[in-house]
Each structure stands twice: as structure tokens, then as C-alpha cells.
């Protein structure tokens, strides 16, 4: 495939040089990746002819690449950019077996075995299990307005929807893309600057996950080292309720990962969260903090606070935790019922972003600011010393 582009405007009648285009194409990024085509090897060709074209080969990862469109323009607008330049032409071309099996590795930073990288010494990536013990509690709608919200705020950020039967979070981030596969890596969909893998995306329409213990914990496994998060400052695994295989799983693939557990107020549903925020005992995991949801609704006429659920729920689950753990567990926030709250998941627009100042998105900040907090301060720790995940 090839396109073309007119004379550009204005050309100054200087020839360019293939440097210069080869620099400007390292401002270009693969839009999966997120890193220059030319450290990625994609760029195949440089040709300038004599009266200024520029006709630029490129090699995509895979046959019917979806992100073709995209290349295309980012290389056009790039190489204009260069003086001399009086058209461009790309041509696409498809990396063969050994080009692609040689990006994997790349991007493996030299490993050519799968590793989980968040499990490796050194990772500056702080990883959030986010629990709760019944369904229904808002769980899901907490961890991707908090991934919207820490992106937002500038922090690379992915997303593991681990709750394999009740998968949830495309919907909620508003894609409904597919992931691209290179050899066996997985390049996930990014929405609202967070990248997310889900099951959801490799099953057709809604139709529901029948799997047993070993096949949700291979699953895991593949989200967490098949899939290129690149350099993420913080990556969330929204878990199902409970305490069963795929908590086991988190507990044993990412032993560093911190646990983050949602309730509502009421004693029911209070007493077993803390029963699912007490696996950590066993598993030996920290937890960060207690995040209440459905905290009273405002009552839209007097602007009073109705308890539907009842109080109080998130203070006792931390004071239960920290009792049971022997650690502070704190309540990172409360976060009032709020139709916009629900409106957003169901239109895939993260009330943090479409209606910041409203109070569920105000409460939902102030518990991602708390996160991005703790982040920054391990990061600033390690600056200049300890390298990133490399994949």
C-alpha cells in the first residue's frame, strides 16, 4: 500500500538529506506501543527523490494492522515537517516471523521469556488489587474513575479487568477495540489515556466466561506478562468479589501488590469486606486503604445527606483490618451517590473527566491524588537509580 501527498507549500528548493527525515521520523510513536518507529524497527526505507520527494517505507507488525490509517498520517506530517521536502509517499510493508519475534524481545528489554514485570526487583510499578467482598458495591465504577483520574493527572496508568465472569471496564472506559497480538504479545487498547486489557475483548458479543480455577489463573498470568504495559507508574486489577482463585492468584503472581478494598456502608455488606480485605494475613499483602462507596445521596432540593445505605460501613472495615493486620488501614474516601456517577460508566466517560467538580468526582480525586501521592514518592526514591519495568 502507498499513499501520496502534493508538493508541500512553500518548498525551499534544498534538497533534504536522509538524516533529516530519519530524525524527524523519531518523533513518530507506534500508536499501540507508544514508542518512536525507529527504535522499533519499523522503518524500512528512506528514499528522497530528485525533486524533493520522499517516499518512506514502513513495516507493520501484523497484516491488516488497524493502527495503519494512523502511521500513515503520523509519518506524512513528520516528514513534511522537513525542509526541502516536496511529497511524501509511505509505503507499507509487514514485519516477516524473525522481525517480529526480534520486537518482542525488544520490548522485553533482551528477555526473550515471559515474566510477570511487576513481580521483578526493582519495579517502580505500584500495583493495586482492588477487592470487595459482595458485588454490587460499586467496585468496578471505583477502579476506572480512579485510572482516569491518576492518567489525568499525568501518571501512566493500566488497567487488568480481573473479574473474569462479570467483566465490566471496556464498557466503563467507553472502547469496544481489540487488542493486536505480535508473535505472543498482546499490544492492549488504550481509552482516556489508560491502557486495559479484559476477557472481554477476546470473547464474542456478551457471551459468558465457564472456566475453572487453573484456566483463571492461566489468565491472569497472560494479562499480566503477555501484554505490553510498557512503563506504567500504576496498574489496577479490578478483582472479582471475594475471596477465591483469581485474589489467590494476584497474591502469587504480584506478591507486592497492594490491596485496596471498596464497601458500602451498611454492616452487611461492611463485615464481609473485611473478611475479604483479611486475606492479606494470609497472603502477606498490604493493604493501602479503605475507599466507602454509596455514602448517602444529596437530596437534590435541600442539598441534605439521605443514608440509604446507613454510616459508618468504611470506618468499620478499617478499624476492623487494622486490628486484624496489626497496620494502619485508613478510609481513603467516601463517595456519595451520584446519578453522574452512573451515567458515566454506562456511556464509557469517567465522571472524573466529564463532571470533575460534582461530588462523586471530586471524592474520587481526592482518593486518586492520595495514590498518586505514594507513587510519585516511590518513584522520587528511586530516581536515577533503579530502572523501570521494561515490559
Excluded at 465472569?165 to 469496544?176: A, E, F, N
Amino acid at each position: 500500500m502507498a499513499t501520496d501527498t502534493p508538493p508541500a507549500p512553500g518548498a525551499t528548493g534544498t534538497l533534504p538529506t536522509e538524516e533529516a527525515v530519519r530524525a524527524a521520523l523519531k518523533r513518530v510513536n507506534d500508536p499501540e506501543i507508544h514508542r518512536p518507529i525507529t527504535d522499533l524497527g519499523m522503518v524500512k526505507s528512506v528514499d528522497v527523490a530528485a525533486d524533493g520527494t520522499v517516499t518512506v517505507g514502513v513495516y507493520l507488525t501484523i497484516a491488516g494492522c488497524p493502527m495503519r490509517d494512523s502511521i500513515t498520517s503520523d509519518v506524512t506530517t513528520a516528514v513534511r515537517s522537513v525542509p526541502g521536502v516536496s511529497g511524501v509517499r509511505v509505503d507499507l510493508d509487514v514485519m516477516s516471523d524473525e522481525q517480529r519475534k526480534d520486537l518482542a524481545t525488544t520490548l522485553r528489554g533482551g528477555q526473550a521469556e515471559r515474566e510477570v514485570p511487576f513481580a521483578q526487583p526493582g519495579s517502580l510499578t505500584r500495583v493495586y488489587a482492588v477487592a470487595s467482598g459482595k458485588g454490587g458495591v460499586g467496585k468496578s465504577s471505583v477502579t476506572v474513575n480512579l485510572a482516569a483520574a491518576l492518567a489525568a493527572d499525568g501518571l501512566k496508568v493500566g488497567v487488568v479487568d480481573a473479574d473474569i465472569y462479570g467483566h465490566s471496564v471496556p464498557r466503563m472506559l467507553g472502547t469496544d477495540a481489540r487488542p493486536t497480538q505480535v508473535e505472543n504479545m498482546i499490544m492492549p487498547p488504550t481509552a482516556h489515556g489508560v491502557k486495559v486489557i479484559s476477557i472481554g475483548m477476546f470473547t464474542p458479543g456478551n457471551a459468558p466466561v465457564v472456566w475453572r480455577g487453573p484456566m483463571l489463573h492461566r489468565a491472569l498470568q497472560q494479562f499480566l506478562a503477555d501484554v505490553y504495559w510498557g512503563d506504567l507508574d500504576v496498574l489496577l486489577l479490578d478483582l472479582p468479589p471475594g475471596t477465591g482463585d483469581i485474589a489467590i492468584s494476584v497474591a502469587q503472581l504480584v506478591p507486592g501488590a497492594e490491596i485496596l478494598v471498596v464497601t458500602t456502608p451498611q454492616q452487611a455488606a461492611a463485615e464481609v469486606a473485611e473478611r475479604a480485605g483479611s486475606i492479606a494475613v494470609q497472603t502477606h499483602q498490604k493493604i493501602v486503604g479503605v475507599v466507602e462507596n454509596m455514602a448517602g445521596l444529596p437530596c437534590p432540593h435541600c442539598g441534605e445527606m439521605v443514608d440509604v445505605f446507613g454510616t459508618g460501613g468504611g470506618q468499620r472495615v478499617a478499624e476492623g483490618l487494622t486490628r486484624t493486620t496489626g497496620a494502619e488501614v485508613p478510609v481513603l474516601g467516601s463517595i456519595p451517590i451520584d446519578v453522574r456517577l452512573r451515567e458515566g460508566g454506562d456511556d464509557g466517560k469517567p465522571v472524573v473527566l466529564s463532571d470533575p467538580d460534582s461530588p462523586a468526582g471530586t471524592a474520587l480525586r481526592q482518593v486518586a491524588a492520595a495514590l498518586g501521592t505514594r507513587q510519585r514518592g516511590l518513584a522520587g526514591l528511586s530516581l536515577g537509580i533503579t530502572p523501570r519495568n521494561k515490559f
